[in-house]
């Protein structure tokens, strides 16, 4: 459930040995290229080379915002592990970037390609302005000097797939589960297209349950959970997590997801749970 990679890679700054994995190749792109690699950056010359033989122009046009992205992704995959998915990042890190909020689902985004200006809120309007009238030279450039100053020296390896089969063969110390919390926007709507994009034609599956996340790390010493959701309190979380194994912190993180749409004063949930 690595997903941004944000805590396999905070986990491999702290010195953890760490496995990351995810069924969502969106994640396992972010897993490569900065949990499994731990030297490789991206230089000038590997853009050189990515760009030498795509067909331009790499124009944003009036069919789809992903045309250029899409050029790009596959002369991407032709290059070697780490740089494959190290290129590959940057590319979605771009693509990502015309949407505002970085979300593809953007309901306005399909005025744009109609070039239907009138229809968007002007301040949206100078976003896409501003990301459209950018050359994706430059974009590639500053993408791949976000993504490089991510890669870190450490230990860490990619697991693919579903969680409960990383879990059971894993012999970890620490598991941090971080599935989708229930009630909320599914990552897989909101990056429907770009799974699409980068080929991944998974069907939408419901994500595992606490309770089962729970039995099948029943070996591991400690098992940190994040967690929120409408429906969910610290209350109930703590008392079903507590039929598994004791918890010996719970905190309430004030956090709204996507600020400007949700609610004032929700919250997210950290537990940890130890029988040592
Ligand atoms: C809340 S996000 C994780 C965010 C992540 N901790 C971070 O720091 O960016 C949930 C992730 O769980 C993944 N996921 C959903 N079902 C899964 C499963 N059965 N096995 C593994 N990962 C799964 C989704 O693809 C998504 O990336």
């Known amino acids: 459930m690595s997903g941004g990679g944000s805590v396999a890679l905070a986990a491999k700054w702290y010195g953890f040995d760490v496995l990351a994995g995810d069924v969502a190749e969106r994640a ?3 897993a490569r290229a900065l949990i499994g690699n731990h030297l490789r950056k991206i230089q000038p010359a590997d853009i050189a080379r990515l760009l030498a033989d795509v067909a331009y ?3 944003h046009d009036d069919i789809s915002l992903e045309k250029p992205y899409a050029t790009l992704l596959a002369p991407a995959a032709a290059f070697p592990e780490p740089l494959q998915s190290l290129l590959m990042l940057t590319i979605v890190n771009s693509y ?3 949407f505002p909020m970085s979300l593809p689902s953007a309901s ?10 009138d229809r968007i809120s002007s301040r949206r309007v100078g976003h896409y302005l501003r990301v459209l009238n950018r050359p994706i030279e430059s974009a590639l450039i500053s993408g791949a000097k976000s993504v490089n100053r991510s890669v870190l020296g450490g ?6 797939g579903s969680a409960l089969d990383a879990i059971r063969g894993s012999g970890s110390d620490v598991i941090f589960l971080d599935p989708p919390y229930p009630g909320t926007s599914g990552y897989d709507d909101n990056y429907r297209k ?3 994009l980068l080929g991944d034609k998974r069907l939408p599956e419901p994500a595992p349950q606490l309770d089962e996340l729970f039995e099948t790390a029943s070996d591991v010493p400690v098992v940190v959970l994040s967690y929120g959701g409408p ?22 993180v004030p956090y709204r997801h996507l600020k400007s749409i949700s609610k ?8 940890i749970c130890s029988d040592r």
Request: hydrophobic content about 45%.
């Open 231 to 252: 429906s969910v309190t610290l209350d109930s979380l703590v008392s079903q997590a507590g039929r598994h194994r004791p918890v010996t912190n719970a905190i309430a």
């Open 108 to 117: 306005d985004s399909r005025h744009v390609i109609s070039r239907d200006w």
């Open 96 to 98: 990502l970037h015309v």
């Open 28 to 30: 396992l792109v972010v």
């Open 264 to 271: 004032e004063g929700t919250n997210e949930f950290i537990l």
């Open 57 to 59: 122009p790499l124009d």
């Open 194 to 196: 770009l799974d699409l």
């Open 155 to 160: 230990r860490g390896q990619v697991i693919e």
